[in-house]
């Protein structure tokens, strides 16, 4: 059965509050400590530079749709 | 914040907004968002061959968020979607070549904002001329506002000759509610899609959304969730052949994505309390915002 929509845009309103928190200092971490290193594998070794950048995207794509959704089940369980 | 790999300097909280912003529309209309964030990294800076390699790989990690949330909604035809990724991956390497000549020559950013604009132009009035007439009909049908979601086609003559079209193999779609279609519709549909996916960045599903509504019948919401989920591989295969031409970002795509993944969850969950005709009816000035925002960096040279 479908929440009402002012239930759900309340819900994404904390929910979004809260990544982006944790949203920003994860792209912190990942400029300080990636961003020499991946430079370094474009200009030298592109190969290895491709497979870091899908396997990172990928990575990144399942870690944060996690974050996500398991935000969402604890705002509205907290909520209930 | 300078950004080793492309060369240019951007605010990273610009990137992680305008990440979240696309991610929503992503998610509810079942596209990459190429038509906004190719504009938007363009006119932050950065060169039109970056754009179109980087906004791909950013968009493959969108599509994934996004496809999941619409898997769990019962929106994936994953059927129709195995059959598309054959034209696609196809079309997508006649584009990404196409792109390769254009640099030799000197004229990418020339040839492909000016094809940027008259595409997303064309399908923007066309998509609103057709969901506006829909939604009129949809109400002559029903005015009870609490009934059931319709989805109302009023262009419907090419998708009834596409799937009336004799040419075997033909397969049945029972997700999408289509009982016989040729595969060769499917794999043309998607060819196209592929091309322009190569050619002007992102998944393309700024085309293929809509040619899977208008072309071969696929109810609106199928057609969304299906096209995320075909993007992810068709991006993906783009994105590896522009990062061996050294025109990917990886960090500039990653922080794009940290908005992109949390807006790309909130939209898909939205699609649900629309129906068809009013997600094509809002979906079509997108395009036009994207070819206006092509036109002025065009015509100003600008690079903020």
Not at chain 1, 37 to 46: N, P, S
Not at chain 2, 265 to 273: C, E, I, K, M, V
Request: aromatic content about 10%.
């Amino acid at each position: 059965m479908k929440e009402p929509i002012q239930k759900v845009l309340r819900y994404m309103a904390i929910e979004l509050a809260v990544y982006a928190a944790l949203a920003i200092a994860y792209f912190c971490l990942v400029l300080r400590f990636l961003g020499t290193w991946l430079a370094g594998l474009f200009h030298e070794q592109r190969t290895y530079y491709v497979v870091a950048s899908i396997l990172l995207m990928v990575g990144q794509a399942i870690g944060l749709e996690r974050l996500g959704t398991g935000l969402s089940y604890v705002i509205r369980r907290g909520k209930k | 914040m300078f950004f080793p790999i492309s060369g240019v300097h951007i605010n990273p909280f610009v990137l992680g907004i305008l990440g979240l912003v696309i991610g929503i529309l992503g998610g509810f209309f079942g596209v990459g968002g190429s038509f906004l964030s190719g504009p938007s990294l363009f006119s932050l800076g950065m060169p039109y061959n970056f754009v179109v390699g980087t906004d791909l790989i950013h968009i493959v990690g969108k599509s994934i968020v996004a496809a999941r949330q619409h898997r769990i909604l019962g929106h994936i035809d994953l059927k129709l979607a195995a059959v598309m990724v054959i034209g696609t991956l196809v079309g997508s390497e006649g584009g990404v070549d196409a792109i390769e000549a254009l640099k030799r020559l000197g004229e990418v950013n020339l040839v492909v904002g000016l094809t940027a604009i008259s595409v997303f132009t064309v399908i923007s009035i066309f998509g609103a001329w057709e969901s506006w007439q829909a939604l009129r009909k949809s109400r002559a049908i029903t005015d009870d506002p609490d009934g059931p979601k319709t989805d109302v086609l009023v262009f419907d003559r090419l998708a009834k000759f596409f799937q009336g079209l004799a040419l075997g193999p033909r397969i049945s779609l029972k997700q999408s509610g289509i009982l016989k279609i040729s595969i060769w519709s499917i794999v043309l549909v998607s060819f196209v899609g592929g091309f322009f996916s190569g050619f002007l960045g992102g998944g393309a599903g700024y085309i293929r959304m809509p040619a899977m509504v208008y072309l071969l019948g696929i109810p609106t919401h199928i057609a969304v969730g299906t096209d995320l989920f075909e993007i992810i591989i068709s991006a993906g295969y783009g994105s590896i052949r522009h990062a061996m031409n050294g025109n990917v970002d990886i960090l500039v795509a990653l922080v794009m994505h940290t908005g992109a993944a949390v807006g790309a969850q909130l939209g898909a969950r939205l699609t649900q309390y629309f129906s068809g005709p009013w997600i094509r009816l809002a979906f079509a000035p997108l395009p036009l915002l994207g070819a206006i925002m092509v036109a002025i960096a065009l015509i100003t040279g600008h690079h903020s």
